[in-house]
């Protein structure tokens, strides 16, 4: 069987990881295409090189830009990506631009459609991702869900026939990199001046998080008024709009750093007091790791991490400030989102569905 991944963002090159090992495992053909959407070094090639990954087999190169330029430049090239490698299958990760228009070229040109990730949902219209998440769902042949609640929401609009629990291949890397981490000694790679258990990891880079410069300026206030350093590991964008509003990210508790090789990071949030993030990966790695995270958003797609008491939604500076320096919640050995065996049960599931 002809696998084709599609990919452009460092989530999406993080669950590749486990799946391309998964796909080699079960003798299939893997056909790699790279978007581009995440053109940064740091955000884009080194992920393949520290995490294993064959070279892509195709690359879009499509760079920055509106959502409307992304997903048409992807749409325009993928006709003939699709065409030369006629996959049999095409699979499509999250919920990225690259996810939405690998799924409207695949399907219009009669391919078979995998969505890794399926049913999560925020319920929140105003994020893109919202609106990427559901309509790939809706194009797809078989949605591969990470969880019982995305099965729910598959399920209440009408997909449960092509729905299969597969649980998260985020967790089948984190927990092979961590072992990697805490095999080699676990340095934190932020240096020395920051002692393990005395400082917090933060990422901020949605837009309405940042494109506001009354919202950047109080996300930013709260930081630089924590118990403890935060280090913030910025994004160029996020660094183009702070200096753009005249906002300094390096005032009291909080100062930054470029963004960390996804070993580093996890090495960084193993040795953390906890997280900072308005990420979607970044929520469920750190309760993976059992790290505290308190996510600067209105709502979560990871639900079972609050439900848990391992990650506070937080919004005004009171309220970050408040989660941030709040006690460790309780242990668990709860397993929402699998054990560290879903992209072999993904694989299984493509196979058996589409083959």
Known sequence: MKIMSVVGARPQFVKLAPI???????????????????????????????????????????????????????????????ERFSPDCVLVYGDTNSTLAAAVSAVKLHFPVAHLEAGLRSFNREMPEEHNRVLTDHAADLCLAPTEVAMAHLAQEGLAERAVLVGDVMTDVLYQVRDRVLASGGANPLGGEFQPGEFYVATIHRAENTNDPERLSEVVSALAQADKPVVLLAHPRVRAKADEHGISLEAGALTTRDPLAYPELIAAVLASSGVITDSGGLQKEAFLLRVPCTTVRHETEWVETVALGWNVLANTPEEITAAITRPTPGPTDATPYGTGHAAGAAVAAISARIA
């Open 20 to 82: 391309a090992e998964a796909i080699a495992a079960a003798g299939h053909e893997h056909i790699i295409v790279h978007t581009g959407q995440h053109y940064d070094p740091m955000l884009s090639d080194v992920f393949f090189r520290d995490l294993g990954i064959p070279a892509p087999d195709a690359h879009l190169g499509v760079g920055s830009g509106t959502h409307g330029v992304q997903t048409g430049s992807i749409l325009a090239q993928m006709d003939e990506v699709l």
